[in-house]
């Protein structure tokens, strides 16, 4: 035998250990990134979700260290990189849309008529598409940050163990604020906390200062919470829950169905009349939903509930739910004062209307709404920084260059989600909640403007980001052989 043939199984043995090696090292990393980033995006949410200064600057700044670590590591699934690269490069064009428009134009056919108005009063000025470029490039890190805390989440959720860490340490940084935001309210409601306005004023605020900004996180938390929730035991942790009572469903499971009525009831008590009701209602029906698509594995007699009968159950205690605790938002729901909104919309519309190829400008509508500003429907008190409807204002500002970019890449989300909720099984309740999730945020953006609170478009990234990964996973190389039943196994 040559000594070659005594020294290659050496070899061998020692490259399989340092791959090994090195495997749990950037698994390792990987999870200290996970949670340097999660923590930073906690950071942002209780800064009063960082929207104003000099807390959105240190917010920025805690969540570009994590991401910047974030270069050392690459894609290796081939999915993954695609979504991954799909996401960057929609961020790409959009930040280079709202260069183009805050950038001088050498032909002035695409400026803002404004520039001519200064032109007429012999001021100097370089036009541009926007009515105020500095505030157009001022926006862009708002704009930037979201889209690489989605490709950031693809890119450390690539296992499953990884992916499904990442879903639930956001449930619990979820649960954690809102534990904290219970515990200011009742305890220190005098506090001003990372604000000039005291906890305590007003219906249930948190660290929020804005009912419909509490309401759109907890909404979000609770989503988090309820697919943490849904997912299922592990086999030797089941046992029956008719012999076991309730230590058969678990205690930790019997735990977090508390903690989500609680999130729930906690919500409702903000009174926010659009992000109580759409919450109530997504988060029902992506119940109804799990409980129709994901295959039967209940033992009897759980088994002998048919799905029907558990979305017809699920239904009632939502809509039991909403009657028996929701009077602080039916209250609220009688007649009242008209608050502006659709005066606001209409004169939206307008601005839309008058540059809808190339918008206002990003960022701009603080500034540019003042023009269309319907002063008999308004009056002419207080200063609208917000449409009151993210979609309506995005199109203001982007334009339908704009609008389009990011219709696309919705459509290839939602591709990817219904996608997730085709192909897995037992992980499904994770892309059913991730697209209720998505539904919250769309419907409660047009009454409303979560995403433009940047602590809450950083934690919805995150959780898109969780989910898409989570949907777009490899299934285990055995699970379908293990679903045979023993004969075919034997068979074949």
Known sequence: MSLHAHIAPHHRGHRRHGARRGHGWRAH????????????????????GSVAAPYRQIAFLALALPLLALLGL???????????????AGMAVLILWALVQSTPLPLGSLAHPVWDTLDD????????????????????PALILPFLVFAAMILLCQGQREA???????????????????????VFPQTTFFSRFEVG????????????????????????????LMLPRSRQHRTDPVAAGLAGFGWPRVLLAALLFLLVITLITTRSRAGVTLALICLTLAFVAIFLLRPETGRPPVRRLGTGAKAALTIGAGIGLFVAFGEPVISRMGPEAED???????????????RPLVGQGFGTFADAFPQYRNAECLGSRGIWTRAHNSHLEFLAGM???????????LGRMLQVLI????KRRSLKPIPIMTLAALAFVLGHSALDFPLQVPGIALYFAALMGAGCAIAVLDRPSGSRRSRRSPRARQAG
Do not use: Y
């Open 201 to 228: 004023r007003g219906a249930f605020n948190g660290i929020f200062v804005n009912r419909n900004t509490t309401a759109a996180f907890l909404g979000l938390a609770g989503f988090a919470t309820a697919g943490w």
């Open 29 to 48: 990393s990987g999870r200290v990134l996970l949670i340097w980033l999660i923590t930073a995006i906690g950071l942002a949410l209780m800064m009063n």
């Open 419 to 422: 996608t997730g909720v085709q």
């Open 74 to 88: 690459r894609l290796t699934r081939p999915v993954s990189r695609s979504l991954w690269r799909q996401s960057i």
């Open 340 to 354: 502006g909104r659709w005066c606001a919309w209409a004169s939206t519309l307008q601005m839309i209307a008058e």
């Open 399 to 409: 334009g339908l260059i704009g609008a389009l970019v990011a219709l696309v890449l």
């Open 121 to 140: 009063l012999g001021i100097a000025a370089q036009p541009t598409i926007s009515v105020a470029p500095a505030l157009t490039r001022a926006a862009l």
């Open 164 to 186: 499904l860490f990442a879903w639930k340490a956001l449930a619990v940084l979820g649960l954690g604020l809102a534990a904290l935001s219970i515990l200011l309210e009742m």
